[in-house]
Nanobody, 120 residues
């Protein structure tokens, strides 16, 4: 079955950096687009960044453009989120996601999340 395991979260000061990793298993990773979402307390889960299966195209939410970079290593079945110039408003639980369609129904797959706290 699909498994997504995030790691790399933690406490960082404003202006600092973190790199999140998401190790994938149970599916052919190189054929799936991947996404990072985040959810802050009291807010809805929102899309942070996405990357195509080949890694040749990426998209970012407006609030992270120019600061975050999504990448992937298909040989290691891992997707990354490099986060620079972190701000307190980046504090959230970050989730790795992929999806597929079976019988015309969309199925989303999520990791357990990793906490990122930006605070001095």
């Amino acid at each position: 079955q699909v498994q997504l395991v995030e790691s790399g979260g933690g406490l960082v000061q404003p202006g600092g950096s973190l790199r999140l990793s998401c190790a994938a298993s149970g599916f052919t990773f190189s054929t799936y687009a991947m996404r990072w979402y985040r959810q802050a307390p009291g807010k809805e889960r929102g899309l942070v960044a996405s990357i195509t299966s080949a890694g040749d195209s990426t998209n970012y939410g407006n609030s992270v453009k120019g600061r975050f970079t999504i990448s992937r290593d298909n040989a290691k079945n891992t997707v990354y989120l490099q986060m620079n110039s972190l701000k307190p408003e980046d504090t959230a639980v970050y989730y790795c996601n992929t999806y597929d369609y079976r019988d015309f129904k969309k199925y989303d797959y999520w990791g357990q999340g990793t906490q990122v706290t930006v605070s001095s």
